[in-house]
């Protein structure tokens, strides 16, 4: 619901974008790119209309639509359509949702549409929001309009992947307007949820059928016709999609507060497809400073394309207009360690649960477990002994190879590798590897030779491994860390590996001084599992500081981020850290751990996040 403060806060809002309709500053147009396909582009009576594609991280070619002004005001407004449908679904609402001066772009997903790719299909629902974040700064990157000159549309599933996006990549978008998000899709059958998990184990039933007819999204007789007649709309959705979104759409709603740009939901208050309690909880938990919940009385699904749609079309468009029309918002998150809603939780992990309550009852029991009978597995009795964050231990974890004392040690070996949070670390070590190569490669292109810093670099496997698939290459290494033993388990492993040009070094990765002292002065330097183990953000901007003096301008940076965990209260309550105090974490939103980034004087340019949404790997080039 809005409370009567947001609503006096959104009707200023409105009103404030309906005296300024072009906010100022607005850029000169960019050059525009030509159109890829043979057929001829059209005109409407407000823009020129383009076909074109756009190939993705994995080599998967995107169709998208384009819609060029007249008289291009240097801002953008991206589309993003429904589960099934296609680009060309928006043609008929351009011209009501999109201000004046506007470059309005429209994607065919992945698997859907002109797109390449199996019929509504991924290897997880991630990909989608991956596929978004390279989409929205190739589009920001040819037409030379910055992010925060960008405003977004989501509807439906495509709202579901914007919303994905914007909390996990934590882009600088002007605001967003997600319609009908599918956070909770309407299954109408029993425990379907719990069936189709219990189906993708099986090997069965791999793709869901689709119920959602025409009728049930638009009471407009010839919106429904159009909708049978489209030969490109798909009827049917890969079960493991369905499912990923369910699991991602929650993290979503519980942690919204994540989320700063400012929002607008519609929300249809007679469809039949997605549920709207879900949607509620979203926008109440939604952190954003602005934002506004619109109802729509009487409405099915596809709000644009409803009998009546002036409500819909109006409210969006003047969304848009206000979001420029407003000063763009400051994110103001560089002291989040001391106020906020993740300090909050970090506080209540902090405290003690009463005794005989029964979740400190089940605590107590898990840990007497893990002191007992789990020091059979090898990796927790590790764990008891160096800490379940040490250098060790993410060792351990990375060779992933079950051991202990009996079959049962073995057993319980395994059953702990199999945590999910030790799957995503062994995901983020193979995307930290990916980009360290990557870095190592571009860097190589424009120095003969390439130096490189790990400022908490544990044993150094993921580095030592990248050098040595790259050793063709004349790279070196520094490896730093607080402790001797693992500098000296590092050094075995290059010996092992034949690598001869690395130096090792005891150092406080937080000392300010001896990080901007750093020669010789390195191309990349990587802060990998090491900023999250911290909750203050002051050392961890000493750092970065001393990193920024001591990276020549245009070098790399290569950094880690954990803005979610679903096990962060087992963690507290049962597991030590490198100092034998409980593991307690404070996460750091992305939007967090960007600031601090971009404050000390970096520039993001890349990221990768697992299919959890629990672990960030960053890549940022040093600005002046």
């Not at 582009?41 to 995107?62: A, K, M, Q, Y």
Request: aromatic share 10%.
């Amino acid at each position: 619901m809005v409370t009567p403060t947001l609503h006096r806060h959104a009707a200023g809002f409105f009103r404030y974008a309906r005296r300024t309709r072009v906010a100022d500053g607005a850029r000169p147009a960019s050059a525009v790119a030509a159109p890829d396909s043979p057929r001829p582009p059209c005109v409407s009576h407000r823009f020129i209309r383009s076909e074109h594609w756009f190939t993705t991280w994995d080599g998967t070619r995107l169709f998208y639509r384009a819609w060029r002004p007249q008289v291009p005001s240097g801002r953008i407004l991206v589309l993003f359509h429904r589960g099934h449908e296609h680009s060309g679904r928006w043609d008929d609402v351009v011209d009501a949702i999109a201000p004046e001066g506007f470059t309005v772009f429209a994607w065919d997903a992945r698997g859907n549409g002109r797109s390449d790719g199996p019929r509504d299909d991924a290897g997880n629902f991630g990909w989608y929001a991956r596929d978004a974040e390279l989409f929205v700064r190739y589009l920001s990157e040819i037409e030379r309009v910055p992010m925060d000159q960008i405003a977004i549309v989501g509807h439906s599933v495509g709202a579901a992947i914007v919303t994905a996006w914007i909390h996990d990549y934590a882009p600088r978008i002007r605001g967003a307007v997600l319609a009908t998000p599918a956070f909770r899709i309407r299954l109408y059958l029993p425990l379907a949820i719990p069936a189709l998990r219990l189906a993708q184990k099986l090997g069965v039933m791999a793709t869901v059928p689709s119920y959602v007819k025409a009728r049930v999204l638009t009471h407009d007789p010839g919106q429904q016709a159009s909708h049978e007649r489209d030969e490109l709309i798909t009827h049917a959705i890969s079960t493991r999609v369905l499912i990923d979104l369910h699991d991602t759409a929650t993290r979503l709603i519980e942690d919204a507060a994540a989320i700063r740009i400012p929002i607008m939901v519609l929300l249809a208050e007679s469809d039949w497809v997605v549920k709207q309690r879900a949607q509620e909880k979203f926008f109440d938990r939604l952190g954003s400073a602005i934002k506004h919940l619109e109802r729509l009385p009487g409405s099915y699904h596809d709000v644009f394309h409803e009998s009546n749609p002036d409500r819909a079309l109006r409210v969006t468009r003047d969304f848009i207009e206000a979001s420029f029309a407003a000063p763009a918002a400051s994110s103001a998150l560089l002291d989040a360690d001391t106020r906020g809603y993740t300090l909050d939780e970090y506080r209540a992990l902090s405290r003690p649960l009463r005794r005989f309550s029964p979740k400190g009852i089940g605590y107590r029991i898990f840990g007497l477990f893990l002191r007992t009978l789990g020091r059979l597995s090898a990796g927790i009795r590790l764990g008891w002994e160096s800490g379940f964050n040490s250098g060790r231990t993410l060792d351990y974890v990375y060779r992933n190879r079950p051991d202990g004392v009996t079959p049962l040690g073995r057993f319980i070996d395994r059953q702990y590798l199999n945590g999910i949070g030790w799957r995503g670390i062994r995901v983020r070590r193979q995307v930290l590897e990916r980009s360290l190569q990557q870095a190592i490669y571009e860097t190589h292109t424009v120095k003969a030779a390439v130096h490189i810093v790990d400022i908490a670099a544990g044993t150094g496997r993921y580095l030592l491994e990248t050098m040595k698939r790259c050793e063709r290459l004349c790279v070196t290494a520094e490896l730093r860390d607080m402790e001797p033993a693992n500098l000296a388990q590092a050094r075995a492993l290059a010996d092992a590996f034949g690598l001869q040009r690395v130096t090792y070094v005891t150092g406080n990765a937080f000392d300010r001084c001896a990080l901007a002292g750093l020669s010789p002065r390195p191309d990349i330097v990587v802060v990998s599992g090491l900023y999250e183990l911290f909750p203050d953000n002051s050392g961890v901007f000493e750092s970065l500081q001393g990193l920024a003096r001591a990276i020549p301008q245009g070098g790399t940076l290569i950094y880690t981020n954990q803005p979610w965990h679903p096990q962060l209260e087992l963690i507290a309550r049962g597991l030590s850290d490198w100092d034998g105090k409980p593991w307690i974490m404070r996460r750091r939103t992305q939007a967090e751990m960007d600031d601090l980034v971009s404050a000390a004087g970096f520039e993001k340019v890349q990221m990768e996040i697992d299919p959890w949404g629990m672990f960030t790997v960053s890549l940022a080039r040093r600005v002046s």
